[in-house]
C-alpha cells in the first residue's frame, strides 16, 4: 500500500466535471482548504465540521467501514507526504440507523477530534499543496462506468491542470500502484 494520505472528494461513482471543477479550485487556491476558510456557511459543515479536512491514512487497516472503502476506491484523491502533521482523532462506532452526526455528538458528549472510519486522519484549516505527492484514482472502476475514450479525455484534463499549475506529480492507478503515462493510457 502506498505511504501517503489521501483526500478525496467524491464519494460517487461518478467521475465528471464536479472532480476537475474540484481539483481545479485546489490547485488555484494552492492549498486543500477547510469549509470556514472557503467561506461556506455552517450549514453546509459535513461530519468533520468547518475547520478540519479529512484524510484517509493508506497505511491503516480499511475494514468495510473506512475512508479508503467510501470515498478513496470511489473516486479522485489527492496524494499527501506523511510528513504532514495530522490528527489522529478518536475512533467512534456510530449506529447511523438510529444516529445522524449532529445527534452523535451529543448523544456521547463527544469533545475534541472523532471520526466514525477507523483509517481517517485530520488537518485543521488546510494542506499546503507544498505535500502533494501525487492523484491517485481507479482505472478499473473508470473502465466499468466509462468508455475508454472518455478516461482518455478525463485523464488529459487532470494533466493540463497539473501542467497549468506546474506541479510534476504523477496520476497513480490505484489497483496497482502504477503511474499512468499522461498520454496513451490505455
Known amino acids: 500500500m502506498l505511504k501517503y494520505y489521501a483526500h478525496s472528494f467524491n464519494k460517487t461513482d461518478n467521475l465528471m466535471l464536479l472532480d476537475i471543477t474540484k481539483l481545479e479550485e485546489i490547485l488555484k487556491n494552492g ?16 461530519f468533520n465540521g468547518m475547520d478540519y479536512i479529512s484524510l484517509c491514512d493508506l497505511e491503516k487497516n480499511h475494514p ?7 470515498y478513496v476506491k470511489r ?18 462506532y456510530v449506529d447511523y440507523n438510529t444516529l445522524g452526526s449532529i445527534d452523535m455528538m451529543h448523544y456521547y458528549g463527544i469533545k475534541g477530534r472523532y471520526s466514525d472510519l477507523i483509517d481517517e486522519v485530520q488537518v485543521k484549516d488546510e494542506v499546503s499543496l507544498n505535500y502533494l505527492r501525487g492523484i491517485m484514482l481507479s482505472l478499473s472502476r473508470m473502465q466499468y462506468y466509462y468508455p475508454d475514450e472518455y478516461i482518455e479525455e478525463y485523464l488529459k484534463v487532470v494533466s493540463y491542470l497539473l501542467d497549468k499549475y506546474r506541479l510534476d506529480i504523477p496520476i497513480i492507478n490505484l489497483d496497482n500502484e502504477k503511474v499512468l503515462k499522461k498520454q496513451n493510457v490505455l
Open 75 to 92: 473516486g479522485l484523491s489527492l496524494l499527501f507526504d506523511k510528513e504532514l502533521k495530522v490528527i489522529e482523532p478518536d475512533y467512534i
Open 64 to 70: 468495510k467501514n473506512s475512508a479508503y472503502n467510501l
Open 31 to 46: 492549498a486543500l482548504l477547510s469549509r470556514r476558510k472557503l467561506g461556506l456557511s455552517e450549514e453546509e459543515a459535513l
